[in-house]
């Protein structure tokens, strides 16, 4: 059901919340200061691909609460707008809810991506 879920997410606008985060990604990596943060971006785009059975766990320190802080200025609110937008845009359906709420994990994620990590869920 995982591997359905997520190629109709690529199809509804997965996609485009993924070439969002790589878009993030490859302007941060133009500096080098920015290099960390867009290596950051690219691995967290691989939620955006297929987040059907993974989680997010939210565990951070000090300089994740400063990089958060800068993230949310220059990237992190832009990319939490169009998810959230887009969430609320399929939530209009019965079946669109799942991919909705799926677009607002994102949209938190971006909100604070730093200190967050992505696990898979297990099968039961």
Known sequence: MR??????WIIFGGLF?????ILAGCLWCITIVGIPIGLQCFKLSSISFNPFGK???YDGGTVSV??????FILSGLELAIGN????CILCVTI?????GMQ????ARLSLAPFGATVVRTEIL
Not at 3 to 8: A, D, K, Q
Not at 95 to 99: A, D, L, N
């Open 66 to 71: 400063l990089v958060n802080v800068l993230w």
């Open 17 to 21: 919340s993924a070439l969002g985060w």
């Open 55 to 57: 989680e997010i766990i």
């Open 103 to 106: 677009f607002f994990k994102i």
């Open 95 to 99: 079946v669109g809810i799942p991919f």
């Open 3 to 8: 591997i359905l879920g997520n190629i109709l």
């Open 84 to 87: 959230a937008v887009m969430g």
